[in-house]
């Protein structure tokens, strides 16, 4: 994100991941990896790596609890587009780092890249053993992401990101 709230793969350095809000958020493929989605017949379907990023991306909302909500989601071919809204920080986590070094502190409460991290991870290790092929890297390195202030912006970018979804589910399987 950059200090004017656009796309952007770097991180702000001033502002805290951990912090309430809504975060727009687009996570690429590495070149050569199999598309999430494939249009047949008129209407994407979810590939089976596609079926296993979005079983990996509901853990992972599981594990957050109630810090993180998903707002919407949208499967492309080559990308992952997430809307997401922190929620709230977990406290015991945030005592626990507060005793250690600023840094530090800063890091592990960014929840955002948690659980963009905990999302690439995971789908990526389940895609792998599903082709039955050790290694290789199914994501682009980083993502990119900015945080959504306009609450009609809000709502307008859940609306277009979600309809994306609804279609796949309900209308491609």
Not at 52 to 63: K, Q, Y
Not at 68 to 83: F, I, K, T
Not at 156 to 163: K, S
Request: some cysteine.
């Amino acid at each position: 994100m950059t200090r004017q709230g656009t796309m952007s793969s770097r991180r702000c350095p001033e502002h805290d991941y951990s912090s309430p809000g809504t975060y727009h958020l687009e996570l690429p493929l590495r070149e050569g990896s199999a598309p999430l989605v494939r249009r047949i017949k008129g209407r994407d379907v979810a590939t089976e790596e596609g079926r296993i990023v979005l079983r990996e991306l509901g853990e992972s909302l599981h594990r957050q609890g109630r810090h993180v909500r998903l707002d919407a989601l949208e499967l492309q071919p080559l990308m992952l587009v997430l809307v997401v809204s922190v929620l709230s920080r977990p406290n015991l986590l945030r005592r626990m780092l507060l005793l250690m070094d600023e840094w530090l502190y800063r890091r592990r409460m960014a929840l955002i890249p948690l659980f963009v991290g905990h999302v690439k991870m995971n789908s990526a290790r389940r895609i792998n053993m599903a082709r039955a092929h050790g290694g290789g890297s199914y994501w682009r390195e980083g993502y990119r992401d900015r945080v959504v202030y306009d609450a009609a912006e809000v709502a307008v970018l859940v609306a277009r990101v979600g309809l994306a979804l609804g279609e796949l589910l309900y209308r491609g399987g």
